[in-house]
């Protein structure tokens, strides 16, 4: 018997049993084995369906099937081959779930959304097999043709929303440089503004740090007038000994008396006498 593939062992045309895989005896002339494939099978088929908007839709739908290993001589018994029981049962069947399916959804959901109407069929195709003997799973919607007019105008929908997709990217993309050239100039600003304050600052701490200066050298200078006057009405002398210390060795030409009115002139020579 051969990987994948179920022996159906005929006595007499008569199914008895069913056999896997591998080395088996049988009687001569009495028993013969009819194989029925348990591998993965493909199934299409191609359908006239209407759309819930009663658009008229041709559609080619595929379903991959598998025959239940174990219900083998059953399916051979009811349908007597694979052929028989895809052209009786399957195709059918396939063809009445996906109308179903494809009934209801619009035209333009079975374009945008192919994979929810696949869903559907799937539901239904399920629902549909549960009584018989193979597994259903992974249907297809190969292709769906659409009247021309109706596709001519999705073309043209689907232009126009790609045209208001462009525009609205550029008015989003000249809102977002717009924004950039608001933030350059605000940052410029703001810079700008940072240099001048920094500059004004730099200006007022010079100048403080020169009102401070003047102040500490006046309050210095007044300390040392003070302490002048201090030691002067302390020590009267200590003018006579200040003009001695600066004398330079020579009488004045000039001489004050004791009235401040009086101011006369004393000849070197007179003084000399």
Known sequence: ????????????????HQERPGLHTKVPLIDSVQL????????????AAATKNQLPATATVSINWTVQETAAMTLYQRYGSLEQFEERILDPKLRQAS???ISTFNADELIRNRNAAIGKIQENIV??????????????????????QYMDAVLEK??????????????QRQKLEAQQKVQTAEAERDAVKATADGQAYKVTVEAEAEAKAIRIRGQAEASAVLA??????????????????????????????????????????????
């Open 228 to 273: 002048v006057q201090k030691a002067i009405s302390q020590n009267p002398l200590l003018i006579e000994y200040e003009r001695a210390k600066r004398w330079n060795g020579k009488m004045p030409s000039t001489m004050m008396g004791g009235s401040a009115n009086v101011l006369w002139s004393v000849p070197t020579s007179q003084a000399r006498n």
């Open 127 to 148: 629902a549909l097999m549960e009584a018989y003997p193979v597994t259903v799973h992974s249907p297809q919607i190969e292709n769906v043709d659409l009247p021309q």
């Open 99 to 101: 109308k179903a399916a």
């Open 158 to 171: 689907e232009k126009a929303r790609e045209a208001a997709a462009r525009e609205d990217y550029n008015l």
């Open 36 to 47: 029925i494939e348990v591998r993965e099978r493909k199934s299409v088929e191609k359908l």
């Open 1 to 16: 018997m051969p990987e994948g593939h179920v022996g159906v062992v005929l006595r007499f045309s008569k199914a008895i």
